[in-house]
């Protein structure tokens, strides 16, 4: 597919803070209208990523085009296209809600006429209409979340870009604000493209990319992710994991793994829900809960990583 | 899109001063109060040579504290650099189209602004201090003013985009701002100082910026304006297209 074709296309990015390389030969490519996720634990470079496709970091190795341009050579028509979310809303809080969004259709030369149209539209598709003469500082976090929105697209942008756009919101709001971007993107045409630490957040977008130490270790669709990682399994809970996981092995054909305060078992053949009634019939006595489960993104990083996801370091 | 986007920010830094009540009668009344209290408290029992004919303390203090007033207004105006990146603000900016250029040329706006309007403000109390500035006086003042400002916010600016903490970059003033005032002449002439002193204060671009100032301040009405004015200013304004050349450069820098 030409260059044009993608909203974000990323070939073989890498950057190093010093001597220490925090990102190596990244692709990525967000399709033009499509939902694109950078996935990773805390400390896996998502970030340093966000930085530098959104032209606050230097784009130090590989390549990256936005819609067709490069985003090395042609920065400032790149920036145009962008609308960009930081994970702290980037907004005045000594400044009033309306204050903020001029001056942000200022920094983008919008015409001044134009520009309170545009911002009158803007509080009222958020539905902060009849916030606009209040300060920033004096909203809640998820009211502040809704101004940042606003004011991103004034600028009309084609391309949304968000860092972990739920960092520090409960997750009521978190949910009210994802379903606001899914209504923007479905009537503004807009291609999205964000990085989060949330398993759950990643699971809506057409495609993700995940990462760990910097490193891509997988990308693709969430559904074709999921189905390459095999079958169903079951979960059984259990004080003694080691234990029942023996007697479980004894039985043979069956795939077993001890887990914290679980043992996951996969059956090699036949479907999962009769092993779980099976499991769960003979071995009620041990066993806390059966879990029938499908396998996850989390399962995808252990077994990418061999790590679970919890038990990785802090951010770059 | 440029001038848009810098003024923008320029008005941003004066509406942000303006409502932060404390902040603005901080940065007028300190000046002022330091001015009269310690030109009263020395009064005329200073009589150095170099001292203009009169030596009472108030009048030989009078351009210092001007000075001091763009000095403070316009550092204190480039912490909201360090605050901005902190808050997140900042970033928001840097992802516009002309957003490195226009953050440095609205702060410098900002902070000149801000600086000029509150040195003048002081300027009008100069007949306390038996000034009597006329109408030519006032603009060359107001032109040497509007100078430092800019060169100072653009020191400011420079010092403060690289510090990630405001308590770092108060700690530099007080380490680099505060003897580069006092050896400006503002407290003392060089005339009366230590061999060493006097040299440092005829390397300070700042001893001509006041210089200018307390020349400027004592020509009286009907009077040729001082002979080494030109002088004075040409340094100032090297020194300040210097710092703004500097700061260019090191805002177009990414990580």
Request: proline share 5%.
């Amino acid at each position: 597919m030409a260059d044009n074709l993608y909203a974000v296309k990323v070939t073989g990015v890498g950057y190093s803070y010093g001597k220490k390389r925090v990102l190596d030969n990244i692709d990525l490519k967000l399709e033009e209208g499509g939902m694109f996720c950078v996935l990773g634990p805390n400390g896996s470079g998502k970030t340093t990523l966000f930085k530098i496709i959104s032209t606050i970091f230097a784009l130090q190795d590989g390549e990256i085009s936005v819609g067709g341009r490069s985003l090395r050579r042609f920065p400032t028509p790149v920036r145009k296209k962008l609308g960009v979310l930081f994970q702290n809303p980037a907004v005045d809080m000594k400044l009033t809600v309306r204050e903020n969004l001029r001056h942000h259709g200022n920094l983008y030369g919008i015409d001044p006429h134009d520009l309170e149209t545009r911002i009158n539209k803007n509080l009222e598709a958020l539905g902060v209409e009849n916030r606009g003469g209040e300060m920033v500082e004096s909203l809640s976090g998820g009211l502040r979340r809704r101004v940042e929105i606003a004011k991103v697209l004034l600028t009309r942008p084609s391309i949304l870009l968000m860092d972990e756009p739920t960092t520090g919101l409960d997750p009521a709001i978190r949910s009210e604000l994802w379903s606001i971007i899914s209504g923007i993107r479905n009537t503004r045409k807009l291609s999205v493209l964000f990085t989060t630490h949330l398993l759950e957040e990643a699971e809506p977008a057409d495609e993700i990319l995940l990462l760990d130490q910097g490193h891509s270790v997988a990308s693709g669709r969430v559904a074709e992710l999921r189905s390459s990682l095999g079958k169903e399994y079951v979960r059984l809970g259990t004080y003694s994991p080691k234990k029942l996981a023996g007697k479980i092995r004894k039985e043979g054909e069956i795939e077993v793994t001890i887990e914290p305060a679980s043992v996951k078992v996969v059956p090699s053949r036949g479907l999962a829900a009769p092993l779980a009634i099976r499991l769960w019939r003979e071995y009620s006595h041990e066993v806390t809960s059966v879990t029938l489960c499908r396998p996850t993104l989390e399962d995808l990083f252990l077994q990418k990583t061999g790590r679970l996801w919890s038990s990785t370091p802090g951010e770059i | 899109m440029f001038m848009q986007a810098s003024y923008s920010l320029a008005l941003r830094e004066v509406t942000r001063f303006l409502r932060q009540k404390n902040r603005v009668i901080g940065a007028m009344a300190t000046p002022v109060l330091f001015w009269f209290l310690l030109g009263s408290g020395v009064g005329r029992s200073l009589v150095a040579p170099g001292f203009r004919e009169r030596t009472d303390y108030l009048t030989y203090f009078f351009p210092g504290i001007v000075l001091l007033i763009i000095l403070f207004t316009a550092i204190f105006s480039t912490v909201s650099v360090i605050e901005d990146r902190r808050e997140g603000f900042l970033q928001g900016v840097l992802v516009a189209p002309d957003g490195r250029s226009a953050i440095l040329f609205g702060k410098l706006m900002g902070g000149t602004m801000l600086a000029v309007f509150q040195a003048i403000v002081v300027v009008l109390l100069a007949p306390y201090s038996d000034y009597h500035p006329d109408a030519r006086v006032l603009f060359n003042l107001f032109a040497m003013i509007a100078v430092l400002a800019v060169g100072l916010t653009a020191l400011g600016f420079l010092i403060a985009w690289p510090m990630d903490s405001t308590q770092g970059f108060h700690a530099l003033i007080n380490l680099f701002f505060v003897p580069l005032w006092f050896l400006s002449g503002a407290l003392f002439p060089p005339s009366g100082a230590a061999g060493w002193i006097r040299a440092l204060m005829h390397f300070n671009p700042l001893s001509y910026g006041h210089d200018a100032l307390a020349g400027l301040l004592a020509t009286r009405p009907g009077m040729p304006l001082p002979v080494d004015l030109s002088h004075d200013f040409s340094i100032v304004c090297v020194t300040t297209l210097l710092l703004v050349m500097a700061c260019t450069v090191q805002v177009s820098r990414r990580s």
